[in-house]
Structure formats: structure tokens, C-alpha cells
């Protein structure tokens, strides 16, 4: 996803094969602007544009700036009305930059990109259950919270168990590697 910093544009992009979760949140946020599809290297992808200048700077106003990967700080707890929304949010957070797989033992693992403050945000939501490290040879405050077994399940079962919302595919693989675990 970018904000804008020179427009009142939002765009979100995800992986072709998942032009149908785009299509839902257009549908959604009543917005009548078209998908683009197109290449980035190897990357197949589609993209919706949110022309909205009230979206644009709510966005920003909670924390989702321009430029947000290397500066993304996770936001104050307060901003979720209901407790239990911060896992939606971390849901959301997860299928455009998370990774559910196997471990080397067969078992459910989960990774997670982003900067260190906003992994460290998560990290406070499931104290002892993911572990920080530093990713090697990429941008400089590109980090990763991972883990597998039974604190992957933990995570991974609070963040899809009895969800409604959520990026098909990656729901999908929660549900095999939960049944195979």
C-alpha cells in the first residue's frame, strides 16, 4: 500500500491472484475506481486507487504515512475500539506481509516483515510467543518476528481462528497447516 505524500491517493496493490479480496474492499468502501493490473519484474500484481482526501489523511493521522516501510511505528492500542480488533488490524498487517508455512519438523511456522517499532508492537500482543531478529542484506530497518510449533499456533489461531475478513489464500494455508499440525 502508499499514501501519497503529493495527491489525495491511497493505492493498494497485491498479488494478481488475489484480484478478488480488491475487488471485495472496493465493493466495500463504495469506491467506482477501476483495478489495474501489471508487472513489477517476475510479480504479477493488481492495484485499486482511493482517490479520498479525508481516507488519505485519517491514514496518516493513525500512523500510515508516506514512505511507511522504513518508519512504520505500530499504533497506541487505543485507537481499536474493541480489544479484539488489534488482531483484525495484525491479521491485515500479516497477509500482505507474513508468511505461514512449514517448519524444517513439519510443524505451523509464522514470519513476519516490517520495521523493528512496529514488530515490536506485535511482539507486545503475543509476549514470549515471537522472536525478533534483524533481516541481513536489506533495506537497514528491515526486520522479522517469527517462530513455530505451538507458539505459531497460538499466534496463528488467535489471528484467523474466527475471522471474516482475510486474504483468502493465506487463510487457506492457516487451515491445512492447522489440520496437519
Same mark, same amino acid.
Request: proline share 2%.
Given at each position: 500500500?502508499?499514501?501519497?505524500?503529493?495527491?489525495?491517493?491511497?493505492?493498494?496493490?497485491?498479488?494478481?491472484?488475489?484480484?478478488?479480496?480488491?475487488?471485495?474492499?472496493?465493493?466495500?468502501?463504495?469506491?467506482?475506481?477501476?483495478?489495474?493490473?501489471?508487472?513489477?519484474?517476475? $510479480?504479477?500484481?493488481?492495484?485499486?486507487?482511493?482517490?479520498? *482526501?479525508?481516507?488519505?489523511?485519517? !491514514?496518516?493521522?493513525? /500512523?500510515? #504515512?508516506?514512505?511507511?516501510?522504513?518508519?512504520?511505528?505500530?499504533?497506541?492500542?487505543?485507537?481499536?475500539?474493541?480489544?479484539?480488533?488489534?488482531?483484525?488490524?495484525?491479521?491485515?498487517?500479516?497477509?500482505?506481509?507474513?508468511?505461514?508455512?512449514?517448519?524444517?519438523?513439519?510443524?505451523?511456522?509464522?514470519?513476519?516483515?516490517?520495521?523493528?517499532?512496529?514488530?515490536?508492537?506485535?511482539?507486545?500482543?503475543?509476549?514470549? $510467543?515471537?522472536?525478533?531478529?534483524?533481516?541481513?542484506?536489506? *533495506?537497514?530497518?528491515?526486520?522479522? !518476528?517469527?517462530?513455530? /510449533?505451538? #507458539?505459531?499456533?497460538?499466534?496463528?489461531?488467535?489471528?484467523?481462528?474466527?475471522?471474516?475478513?482475510?486474504?483468502?489464500?493465506?487463510?487457506?494455508?492457516?487451515?491445512?497447516?492447522?489440520?496437519?499440525?
Amino acid at each position: 500500500g502508499n499514501v501519497n505524500s503529493k495527491s489525495n491517493s491511497v493505492t493498494i496493490s497485491l498479488a494478481k491472484k488475489d484480484y478478488d479480496h480488491l475487488r471485495k474492499f472496493n465493493t466495500f468502501i463504495k469506491n467506482n475506481g477501476k483495478t489495474y493490473e501489471g508487472n513489477c519484474g517476475n $510479480y504479477e500484481h493488481t492495484t485499486i486507487s482511493i482517490c479520498n *482526501k479525508h481516507l488519505k489523511e485519517r !491514514l496518516i493521522e493513525l /500512523g500510515c #504515512k508516506p514512505k511507511k516501510s522504513l518508519t512504520l511505528k505500530f499504533p497506541d492500542l487505543s485507537i481499536f475500539k474493541d480489544n479484539d480488533l488489534v488482531y483484525a488490524f495484525i491479521r491485515g498487517y500479516v497477509d500482505g506481509d507474513g508468511c505461514l508455512t512449514f517448519s524444517r519438523n513439519g510443524r505451523l511456522s509464522i514470519q513476519i516483515l516490517g520495521t523493528k517499532e512496529f514488530l515490536e508492537g506485535i511482539q507486545a500482543v503475543f509476549p514470549g $510467543y515471537l522472536n525478533l531478529y534483524k533481516v541481513k542484506r536489506l *533495506k537497514s530497518n528491515t526486520w522479522t !518476528l517469527n517462530n513455530c /510449533g505451538n #507458539k505459531a499456533d497460538y499466534v496463528a489461531t488467535k489471528l484467523y481462528k474466527e475471522a471474516k475478513i482475510y486474504l483468502e489464500r493465506k487463510y487457506n494455508r492457516f487451515v491445512v497447516l492447522c489440520r496437519s499440525t
